[in-house]
């Protein structure tokens, strides 16, 4: 490894070092020059090429869900404070769509939880391939998921909900004959800045209050503020 590449190599452990510690929480001086450390010592034993695809899937690690492999709780958290702010000084909208897998424990409980984990994937991958690579597609913790549109007012939000609704219930789940509704559904709650909510917090928040109004109306539908 040559001088230009040791720099190169320095300066990118830096940057994936400080983003992982960032968004995974590890935020104190300590347990990052510990992190840091580690990574150089691992980065002497390597070629360029191998430090610098370890270092990228580290930092692809440190914002990713392992299971469904789409963005996890923390990094979701950094990037809508980061579109709510975008949208304050721009003047846009941002939409937040909150989503729950209906009588998961129930499909859980039944089928075991290899089949619940292929569910859960198998979401994922519905929500990926049916938002812009703009959108920020997150799973928000167990069978819940979350999605952030920037530059999206709540009609439109409103019409993307209702197509990942739809193919979600149209997809051919396994054993999902056998959920109460007879088929692997989800419900969908929806909020917009800066109409319903001036901080992140509260768009959360008001998403949430949706997701509930749709789970109390009987589940499999998009419930927005009218």
């Known amino acids: 490894m040559n001088k230009s590449d040791s720099r190169r190599l320095l300066s990118a452990a830096f940057v994936a070092v400080a983003g992982a ?7 104190s001086s300590e347990l990052f020059n510990k992190y840091f450390d580690q ?13 610098e695809n370890n270092l990228l899937l580290a930092e692809k690690q ?3 869900d392992g299971l469904t492999e789409i963005y996890n709780y923390r990094y979701f958290h950094h990037q809508l404070e980061r579109e709510v702010k975008r949208a304050k000084r ?6 937040l769509i909150m989503i729950d897998v209906d009588h998961f424990k129930h499909y859980n409980d039944k089928n075991g939880h290899p089949a619940g984990d292929d ?16 959108d920020v597609v997150a799973r928000y ?15 439109a939000a409103v019409k993307l909900a209702e197509k ?11 054993h999902g004959s056998s959920q109460p509704l007879g088929k692997v559904t989800i419900s969908l709650g929806i909020a917009t800045f800066p109409e319903d909510s001036q901080s992140p917090e509260e768009l959360i928040q008001k998403a949430d209050e949706q997701l509930y109004l749709a789970k109390s109306l009987g ?8």
Not at 164 to 174: P, Q, Y
């Open 119 to 134: 569910v859960l994937r198998r979401i994922a991958e519905i929500l990926k391939n049916t938002t812009r690579t703009s």
């Open 39 to 51: 990574s150089l010592k691992l980065l002497k034993s390597q070629s360029y090429d191998q430090a």
């Open 164 to 174: 990942i609704r739809t193919i979600v219930e149209d997809e051919k789940f396994l």
């Open 90 to 95: 721009h003047w846009y909208k941002v939409s």
């Open 141 to 155: 913790g167990g069978e819940e998921f979350i999605v952030i549109l920037p530059e999206t007012p709540s009609s």
């Open 62 to 64: 440190a914002i990713t």
């Open 219 to 226: 589940r499999n539908r998009v419930s927005f503020k009218t």
């Open 21 to 27: 510690s960032l968004l995974s929480g590890c935020g």
